[in-house]
C-alpha cells in the first residue's frame, strides 16, 4: 500500500481502494475510553460519598447544612462529570486508529466525534448503574413495607388510646406514663396536630404526678406541643430548602454534563494529534 504524507492540511493522491466502505469510528477505542470515564466516575463518586458522609451529622450544631450539604454533592458531581469526560476522551483520541490519507479538517472532526460518542456510552453506562442501585433500594423498601403491613398498621399510639384510662390514681405507672406521653407527642409530630382530648388528658396526668394545678399542667402541655410544632415547622423548611437546593443542583448538573460532552470532544482531539504526531 503506498504510503501517504499530509502537508498544509491536503493529502497526497493514493489508492485508498482498501479503504472503500470501512467505518470511520474506531470502537475499541470507544469503548475503552468509555469504560475508563465510567471507571473514574465511579471512583470520583464514592470517594466524593465518603467525604460528603463524614461531613454530615444528625446532632445539632454539627456538621453541615442539607441545603449546603446538597449544594456541595452537586459541586463534587460537576467536577467528576469534567474529569471522567476529560480521561475518557482523551483515552480514546490515543488509542483509535491512524486515519492514512484523510484531511486534517476532518481527522479533526472524527477526533471530536469519537470523544462526544465515548462521553454518551459513558454516561450510559452510569445510567444503567444508578438505575440498579435505584432499583435495589426500591425492591428493599418494598419488602420493608410488606413486612410492616403483614406485622400490622396499628401505631403505639393507637394501642394506648384504646387501653386509655379515665382514672389517674388507677392509672398506668410512671414510666408508662411517660411511653404514652412520648407516643402522643410522636402522633403529633407526625400528623400536625393534637386533639383536644389528647390535650386535656395529658394535662391531667400531669397534674395527677407532679401535683401542678390543672391550669398549670395544662400550661406544660400547651409549651410542649408549641415545641413539638415548631420543629415539625423548622423540619418543613429545611425540606423545603432541600427541594430546591436539589432542583438547582439538577440543571447544574445538567449544564456539567453538556459542557463534559464538549470536553471529552477537545480531550480526544487533542489525544488524537498526540497521537499521530508520535505515530
Avoid: C
Wanted: hydrophobic content about 55%.
Amino acid at each position: 500500500m503506498e504510503e501517504t504524507t499530509i502537508v498544509a492540511g491536503t493529502a497526497f493522491a493514493m489508492d485508498t481502494g482498501s479503504f472503500a466502505g470501512k467505518s470511520a469510528a474506531s470502537w475499541p477505542s470507544i469503548f475503552a475510553g468509555a469504560f475508563v470515564a465510567a471507571s473514574a466516575t465511579v471512583i470520583l463518586v464514592a470517594l466524593g460519598s465518603g467525604i460528603g458522609f463524614a461531613s454530615i451529622s444528625p446532632w445539632s450544631g454539627h456538621g453541615v447544612s442539607v441545603a449546603t450539604f446538597a449544594v456541595s454533592t452537586a459541586i463534587w458531581l460537576i467536577v467528576t462529570q469534567w474529569i471522567a469526560a476529560a480521561l475518557g476522551g482523551y483515552i480514546a483520541g490515543r488509542l483509535r486508529t491512524r486515519w492514512v490519507g484523510t484531511h486534517t479538517h476532518e481527522v479533526f472532526f472524527r477526533d471530536t466525534a469519537h470523544g462526544l460518542i465515548t462521553w454518551a456510552v459513558a454516561t450510559i453506562l452510569a445510567a444503567l448503574v444508578a438505575a440498579g442501585s435505584v432499583m435495589s433500594a426500591a425492591g428493599a423498601a418494598g419488602h420493608a413495607v410488606a413486612d410492616a403491613a403483614a406485622a400490622g398498621t396499628l401505631m403505639p399510639y393507637d394501642v394506648d388510646k384504646l387501653f386509655r384510662s379515665t382514672s389517674t390514681a388507677a392509672g398506668a405507672a410512671a414510666t408508662e406514663a411517660r411511653m404514652e406521653a412520648a407516643h402522643i407527642v410522636a402522633n403529633a409530630f407526625a400528623s400536625g396536630s393534637v386533639p383536644d382530648t389528647d390535650r386535656t388528658y395529658l394535662a391531667e396526668q400531669v397534674a395527677a404526678r407532679t401535683g401542678a394545678s390543672q391550669s398549670e399542667a395544662q400550661a406544660r402541655v400547651d409549651g410542649l406541643i408549641a415545641a413539638v410544632m415548631q420543629s415539625q415547622e423548622k423540619l418543613k423548611a429545611d425540606a423545603d430548602r432541600m427541594k430546591k437546593a436539589t432542583a438547582q443542583a439538577s440543571i447544574y448538573l445538567a449544564l456539567s454534563m453538556l459542557i463534559g460532552a464538549f470536553i471529552a470532544s477537545v480531550s480526544a482531539a487533542l489525544g488524537g494529534r498526540i497521537r499521530d504526531q508520535h505515530v
